[in-house]
């Protein structure tokens, strides 16, 4: 079993910066792809960034390249999201994932077998 404890949300301005962690812990094996997401009530949900913590091979959104970074901390327990240049329209919900990668593969794909509980970004204008 995996668990999956998200932080770091928040509210502010457009153009501000927010880092979101997520504590992972559980069998290490079953979350060696790591990732966020995010959805809006009605929306369906969308890949924002994933990291194959196993080679580092990391993916995006076109929505959020060259604004988000994904990056992992050396024991690969956290997870971490550093988004630069919010826009009012990445308010949403954010929630961490995880999977094993031997699984269904890594990237930005459906079917991501852990959850945490979200943690709300609001980016006013």
């Known amino acids: 079993q995996v668990q999956l404890v998200e932080s770091g949300g928040g509210s502010v301005q457009a153009g501000g910066s927010l880092r979101l962690s997520c504590a992972a812990s559980g069998y290490s094996y079953s979350r060696d792809c790591m990732g966020w997401f995010r959805q809006s009530p009605g929306k369906e949900r969308e890949g924002v960034a994933i990291?194959?913590?196993?080679?580092?091979?990391?993916y995006y959104a076109d929505s959020v390249k060259g604004r988000f970074t994904v990056s992992q901390d050396n024991t690969k327990n956290t997870l971490y999201l550093q988004m630069n240049s919010l826009k009012p329209e990445d308010s949403t919900m954010y929630y961490c994932a995880a999977d094993s990668v031997y699984r269904l593969g890594c990237g930005l794909r459906a079917g991501f077998r852990y959850w945490g509980q979200g943690t709300q970004v609001a980016v006013s204008s």
């Open positions: 990291i194959d913590t196993i080679g580092g091979r990391t």
